[in-house]
């Protein structure tokens, strides 16, 4: 990452946007992505809200949170198998995510103000739950969740609730199955912080590899940065990073970098210590550029890393047309059309990426899940491909060097 912020810094400076013309775009090594299995969820009218799995080789674990309130749970090896379906949850899923050091243990955060973990050893019994424990007072609504790497922390985020908005904390020692600790002090909360966010935290994202450093981002514009060793709030509160939009979701690409995702279809990257982002991409310039269609039409689902480039890669629908589905990367270059997926059938609601195997797996309003791989075709061509740009790279032409565009 740091190698794409320099370079982008070098020729445009902080605060510009990048974008890939026509005819750069028509040049760019594309590849297809195909569906290599596929399983339709039960219930009439349900879709797939949010996706979770775990990064287990070369079986691992994928669940689906549906808009009926259960969870479907898949064993993925040869084949997308079924495992059971957990019908626990009584109020709208926000969050999905498996531990970190269990493939066995799931957690679900509700809108309710609950977050249950099941055991899938135990055919998904319910072996913890998190609640505000405050005294003569009602749950707060939970807009977000997420789970530190270490397995130790789960963070929440609230609606806007009686003037604040908040992020709780719970650690997971204290609510496990196998804590011996006496049942007056199972659900304890922490803590949280109540003066950062001024509205609902729509997100919130652990660091992959520092575990008490936590990302949050609201619809109030700002993406805050703590850090969960220091004693207060005010004393964690490390960056506070103003979109000017509403944020959506977010995550990190590593290091210090973030990506964020708004309300109004745009894309941000952004280094911590900076105070504007060094890579934006709003809806229109993406719809223009790569959807060829109206803006209004576009719409951004998540970003990934990929393990065979290293670069993030923006997954990118149409809703007029809902079969159009497509990956754009950032590099050093700007934003880059990189692959299509081909047999979409549904306007995809989320997406989760298994870093080893290089599969994305999707699911959406049609109530569809999708895993996809390369097509090996591409692949034998594509390797012809860069053995021939290889040679034709010497001179640079015109039409090589990308325009920016402030926003």
């Not at 498996?98 to 099941?118: E, Q, V, W």
């Not at 599969?359 to 090996?376: Q, S, V």
Request: one cysteine or more; glycine letters at 8%; charged letters at 25%.
């Amino acid at each position: 990452m740091p190698r794409i912020v320099d370079s982008m810094r070098k020729r445009n400076g902080d605060s510009e946007s990048h974008n890939t013309s026509d005819s750069d775009k028509n040049h760019t090594n594309r590849c297809e992505m195909i569906v290599a299995m596929e399983d339709s969820v039960p219930g009439d009218d349900n879709y797939v809200l949010a996706l979770c799995g775990t990064q287990h080789e070369p079986e691992f674990r994928l669940c689906a949170g549906m808009s009926d309130y259960s969870c479907v749970v898949y064993s993925v090896n040869e084949g997308l198998s079924k495992m059971m379906s957990l019908k626990n949850n009584t109020s709208p899923i926000v969050g999905i995510k498996f531990s970190p050091s269990s493939k066995n243990i799931l957690y679900t955060a509700t809108r309710d103000g609950s977050i249950t973990a099941c055991d899938l050893r135990a055919k998904g019994k319910v072996v913890a739950e998190m609640r505000d424990g405050s005294v003569d007072s009602k749950l707060k609504p939970l807009a977000s969740f997420d789970i530190s790497s270490d397995d130790k922390l789960i963070a929440a985020g609230t609606e806007h609730v009686g003037g604040d908005a908040f992020i709780l904390f719970w650690d997971i020692r204290f609510n496990s199955p196998n804590n011996s600790r006496s049942d007056s002090r199972k659900n304890d909360l922490l803590g949280g912080y109540w003066e950062s966010h001024m509205d609902d935290v729509t997100s919130l994202a652990f660091h992959s590899t520092k575990a008490d450093v936590l990302a949050s981002g609201s619809t109030d514009g700002l993406i805050n940065v703590f850090d969960l060793t220091q004693s207060s709030e005010d004393s964690a509160l490390n960056y506070s990073l103003n979109t000017e939009s509403s944020v959506d979701r977010l995550g990190w690409l590593e290091d210090d970098h973030i990506w964020c995702t708004t309300h109004t279809h745009c894309l941000q990257l952004w280094e911590c210590e900076d105070a504007t982002p060094y890579g934006k991409y709003d809806r229109a310039s993406i719809a223009a550029n790569f959807l060829q269609e109206d803006q209004d039409s576009c719409y951004l689902v998540r970003m990934h890393r990929s393990s065979s480039s290293g670069d993030p890669f923006l997954l990118t629908g149409s809703t007029i047309k809902g079969e159009h589905l497509h990956g754009l990367t950032i590099t050093s270059e700007g934003m880059k059309w990189c692959s299509d997926f081909t047999g979409n059938k549904q306007l995809v609601r989320d997406s989760w990426y298994h870093a080893k195997s290089g599969c994305l797996i999707t699911g959406g309003e049609g109530g569809i899940i999708n895993l996809w791989k390369e097509n090996e075709a591409n692949l034998l061509q594509g390797n012809s491909d860069r053995k021939s740009l290889v040679k034709s790279n010497g001179k640079s032409s015109a039409r090589d060097k990308h325009r920016t565009k402030p926003y």
